[in-house]
T-cell receptor, first 115, second 109 residues
Framework: EAGVAQSPRYKIIEKRQSVAFWCNPI?????LYWYQQILGQGPKLLIQ????????DSQLPKDRFSAERLKGVDSTLKIQPAKLEDSAVYLC?????????????FGSGTRLTVV | DAKTTQPTSMDCAEGRAANLPCNHS???????VYWYRQIHSQGPQYIIH???NNETNEMASLIITEDRKSSTLILPHATLRDTAVYYC??????????FGQGTILTVHP
């Protein structure tokens, strides 16, 4: 099966600019996750969707980050305005039924550099 | 979710077994032990998970102690491609997957 697709692969922006990342999960996976991974750290969950509804966004900095999953398939994560500390890899993952058995399948991520 | 403790780094010779330990002394009865790994510039990859019994698949074996307070991931014949960060995570069946710092495993020729 096709994996989780993410784009772009890399992005460099100046601080205070906006940026958007796109994710296409595995077909049929109802649950979608966005993680942020700062260099040298493990991934941190930002937001979890079940179909097109938000299940958990407690770690999402809502003053600058937003995410949507229209029609319960593709998802976009936006940062506006970006700060230097937002430099990280943004990982998208998807799973069947919350990943009870086989966990999540991750994409390769988008590496964001804010200068 | 219970927290885990892993060594920061480990080395292993190619062809030998790699045994990665994980301590999860506060694990609850309904929490599973999951292992993921992350190869450089890729997203994390699921390896194996278990509740009480030892588990084996094509990638690895998972040994969970009887009191469930610790576990060991075993890569039976490590190759250079197994060099990665290995994460031990405990979670309930539909709970969040929360990553710690993981163990950097380096496989040497």
């Amino acid at each position: 099966e096709a994996g989780v697709a993410q784009s772009p692969r890399y992005k460099i922006i100046e601080k205070r600019q906006s940026v958007a990342f796109w994710c296409n999960p595995i077909s049929g996976h109802a649950t979608l996750y966005w993680y942020q991974q700062i260099l040298g750290q493990g991934p941190k969950l930002l937001i979890q969707f079940q179909n097109n509804g938000v299940v958990d966004d407690s770690q999402l900095p809502k003053d600058r980050f937003s995410a949507e999953r229209l029609k319960g398939v593709d998802s976009t994560l936006k940062i506006q305005p970006a700060k230097l500390e937002d430099s990280a890899v943004y990982l998208c993952a998807s799973s069947l039924e919350g990943g009870a058995n086989y966990g999540y399948t991750f994409g390769s991520g988008t590496r964001l550099t804010v200068v | 979710d219970a927290k885990t403790t892993q060594p920061t780094s480990m080395d292993c010779a190619e062809g030998r077994a790699a045994n990665l330990p994980c301590n999860h002394s506060t694990i609850s009865g309904n929490e599973y032990v999951y292992w993921y790994r992350q190869i450089h510039s890729q997203g994390p990859q699921y390896i194996i998970h278990g509740l009480k019994n030892n588990e084996t698949n094509e990638m690895a074996s998972l040994i969970i102690t009887e009191d469930r307070k610790s576990s060991t991931l075993i890569l039976p014949h490590a190759t250079l491609r197994d060099t990665a960060v290995y994460y031990c995570i405990v979670r309930v069946a539909y709970g969040k997957l929360t990553f710690g710092q993981g163990t950097i495993l380096t496989v040497h020729p």
